[in-house]
């Protein structure tokens, strides 16, 4: 199917596909090069940022994780990524459940518009309305790591609705209507039938939501505790205070991490999309 598509798409453009490709390539070089320039610094044997690099070494690796400075923001990152991107799947996907059972029509295609619109809002008024929350509410819970871990929930909940909800439009409703009138009630209905078909867009959801979180900085700046630092903060004040070959080995295990994080992710979304066609078939 896929190759049929691309056939009949080459056919249609014609020659007007090269521009196409050649922006395309372009923005692919343009993408690559910073990354091309990073990775083998974080390498480099001398004690300077330069490139091209003096020699090979893996010390800037094994000092990130001898130093406090970096496995603690590391941990702190894992933390609250972790707690973040589950709370997000678990609201994304109770969200899309709902609304497939719900809501239909316009209402629906409303709805839809609100639960993605935090893509669209920047990230600092949420940072700012939180805040302002959390100094309302007992004292100390502004002081922890709860005020980021909503906010980051908050920006990754129309990741992992999107996702589920994709997977759930692919989903025959007919099977629920079917369980449904020989006695199974909502819950069997949604542990038995719905989350199994739908488990695979779950979790690739909460990868996506993870590794978002993990990256983030900006809501970190301005909702991180004083006494706890997250990745991206530490990586923000060593950039602003020095240049060491430390921050491109960082730099290099995050990215590294990320394409890890997401082609699996985008596996098991695969995996899932062609289990469910295979099962519809």
Not at 82 to 93: I, N, P, Y
């Amino acid at each position: 199917m896929g190759t049929m598509m691309d056939r009949e798409l080459r056919d249609g453009l014609g020659l007007a596909r090269i521009p196409f490709l050649v922006l395309g390539v372009v923005l692919g070089l343009f993408m690559l090069v910073p990354l091309a320039i990073v990775v083998p610094t974080s390498w480099t044997a001398g004690q300077l940022l330069e490139f091209p690099p003096k020699g090979f070494s893996l010390q800037w690796y094994r000092a990130v994780f001898d130093d406090d400075t970096w496995t603690g923001p590391i941990m702190v990152s894992l933390r609250v990524s972790l707690f973040a991107s589950l709370l997000s799947t678990v609201m994304g996907t109770a969200t899309a459940l709902g609304m497939r059972r719900l809501m239909q029509g316009r209402t629906s295609r409303v709805m839809r518009s609100l639960f993605i619109m935090p893509l669209a809002i920047p990230y600092v008024s949420y940072a700012l309305g939180i805040y302002h929350l959390f100094l309302k509410l007992p004292s100390g819970l502004a002081d922890t790591t709860l005020p980021l871990i909503l906010a980051q929930a908050t920006i990754t909940f129309p990741l992992v609705y999107v996702v589920v909800a994709g997977a759930l439009a692919n989903v025959d409703p007919r099977l629920s209507s079917a369980a449904s009138t020989m006695g199974a009630r909502w819950p069997t209905i949604l542990w038995r039938i719905e989350l199994p078909l739908i488990k695979t867009a779950i979790i690739g959801g909460w990868v996506f939501a993870f590794a978002t979180c993990f990256d983030e900085a900006t809501l970190a700046i301005f909702l991180s505790p004083v006494d706890q630092t997250t990745l991206a903060q530490q990586l923000y004040r060593e950039a602003s205070e020095s240049i060491a070959p430390t921050l491109s080995a960082v730099s290099t295990m995050i990215t590294m991490l990320a394409i890890l994080v997401l082609g699996i992710g985008s596996l098991i979304m695969g995996r899932g999309t062609a289990a469910r066609r295979g099962g519809n078939a």
